[in-house]
T-cell receptor
């Protein structure tokens, strides 16, 4: 089974703090994604990465950065946390489409991190 | 750009009944995949079912089936013989076959199965 883990289930930070959210997957997936989930808005893509050291902005990248130094790990960084970044953050991974497997394009999700910024 | 719309924010149904969740989408592309994901109260999102747009046959997975109407850009999920464990948020999502491998999600439907 694919396993995607996130470093914390719950996190409370102060405004202005630098926040690191970590995600690790064990299926040798090339693609990794960071979403935020807010009631009534669904999941919105922040950043994704299709290879080590490669990243691409999603729909709402402002206020966030990412790091992917190793294939299995994808970090989301809030440089200076603000109260409007209070949200549920979900990480996901998937295999390259070119692999041509039946699970292509299926994303596997971590349990989420509930971040509260005070 | 792609959009996915789920017009039912909340639904409830009695246990053992059948329920249908609606999803419409918009894309100018003709090759894409569609998905239904389930997020139980414990928050781990899991795949329920997927449909390749080039396949006319509707996908089925046990009690879960879809009604895929490509011309109408509609992709509804039917849950038969609903069970208490089906209580969850359900998200419809789309990805283009020729493009980056992002998913576009709808806003979700909260489904409650009543004992």
């Amino acid at each position: 089974d694919v396993k995607v883990t996130q470093s914390s289930r719950y996190l409370v930070k102060r405004t202005g703090e630098k926040v690191f959210l970590e995600c690790v997957q064990d299926m040798d997936h090339e693609n990794m994604f960071w979403y935020r989930q807010d009631p009534g808005l669904g999941l919105r893509l922040i950043y994704f990465s299709y290879d080590v050291k490669m990243k691409e902005k999603g729909d709402i990248p402002e206020g966030y950065s990412v790091s992917r130094e190793k294939k299995e790990r994808f970090s989301l960084i809030l440089e200076s946390a603000s109260t409007n970044q209070t949200s549920m953050y979900l990480c996901a991974s998937s295999a390259y489409r070119d692999r041509g497997t039946t699970s292509t394009d299926t994303q596997y999700f971590g349990p989420g991190t509930r971040l509260t910024v005070l | 750009a792609q959009t996915v719309t789920q017009s039912q924010p909340e639904m409830s149904v009695q246990e053992a009944e059948t329920v249908t969740l609606s999803c419409t989408y918009d894309t100018s592309e003709s090759n894409y995949y569609l998905f239904w994901y389930k997020q139980p109260p414990s928050r781990q999102m899991i795949l329920v079912i997927r449909q390749e747009a080039y396949k006319q046959q509707n996908a089925t997975e046990n009690r879960f089936s879809v009604n895929f109407q490509k011309a109408a850009k509609s992709f509804s999920l039917k849950i038969s013989d609903s069970q208490l464990g089906d209580t969850a948020m359900y998200f419809c999502a789309l990805t283009l076959l020729f493009g980056n491998e992002k998913l576009t999600f709808g806003t979700g439907t909260r489904l409650t199965i009543i004992p």
